[in-house]
T-cell receptor, first 110, second 112 residues
Framework: EDQVTQSPEALRLQEGESSSLNCSYT??????LFWYRQDPGKGPEFLFT???AGEEKEKERLKATLTKKESFLHITAPKPEDSATYLC???????????FGPGTRLSVLP | DAGVIQSPRHEVTEMGQEVTLRCKPI?????LFWYRQTMMRGLELLIY????????DSGMPEDRFSAKMPNASFSTLKIQPSEPRDSAVYFC??????????FGSGTRLTVV
């Protein structure tokens, strides 16, 4: 059975304090690993797709990396507006549905 | 495009009542998904459609839940009768290959 875990469950950072979020997964045949951002009262918003080990994607202060067992979302010099829940999801080779992790709730304090 | 549109945004109902949630997907997107999100269980897939045909409904928790997609621009998720444990945020989403899901804003359901 495909599984996704994320750590930490919650993270509090000072503005400018860089850190990383972890997503560990087991899946039969990875077609893609996705990162989403979710703000309170809204649906998850797409950030990145990663397909193979060694791949990296960047967007503003965020960089996502992928290995065969886990993905990291690195946040460099975060700002308060980066506060949100970050969700990781995997798509296996069996269909179109994704398996989501529980998320990491990030708070960036000014 | 206005994105995935869900209605209502909030629904409060009494136990035993029928609840219908609605979704208007993005035009041209062939896949439509219904997810449920709770603090305890996170995001769970309920059912998904491809070209209006249900493909996988293994996540539908009980016979009380049903979903339809009568055409490419409309889908419903119905709960009858509703129970307090059905309280959650229900999301509709469409899929774009390589870009993952585009989610609606969700319907927050409270069953009292």
């Amino acid at each position: 059975e495909d599984q996704v875990t994320q750590s930490p469950e919650a993270l509090r950072l000072q503005e400018g304090e860089s850190s990383s979020l972890n997503c560990s997964y087991t899946v039969s045949g990875l077609r893609g690993l996705f990162w989403y951002r979710q703000d309170p009262g809204k649906g998850p918003e797409f950030l990145f797709t990663l397909y193979s080990a060694g791949e990296e994607k960047e967007k503003e202060r965020l960089k996502a990396t992928l290995t065969k067992k886990e993905s990291f979302l690195h946040i460099t010099a975060p700002k308060p507006e980066d506060s949100a829940t970050y969700l990781c999801a995997v798509q296996g080779d069996y269909g179109q549905n994704f398996v989501f992790g529980p998320g990491t709730r990030l708070s960036v304090l000014p | 495009d206005a994105g995935v549109i869900q209605s209502p945004r909030h629904e409060v109902t009494e136990m035993g009542q029928e609840v219908t949630l609605r979704c208007k997907p993005i035009s041209g997107h062939d896949y439509l998904f219904w997810y449920r999100q709770t603090m305890m269980r996170g995001l769970e897939l309920l059912i998904y459609f491809n070209n209006n045909v249900p493909i996988d409904d293994s996540g539908m928790p009980e016979d009380r839940f049903s979903a339809k997609m009568p055409n490419a621009s409309f889908s419903t998720l119905k709960i009858q009768p509703s129970e307090p444990r059905d309280s959650a945020v229900y999301f509709c989403a469409t899929l774009v290959q390589d870009y993952g899901y585009t989610f609606g804003s969700g319907t927050r359901l409270t069953v009292v």
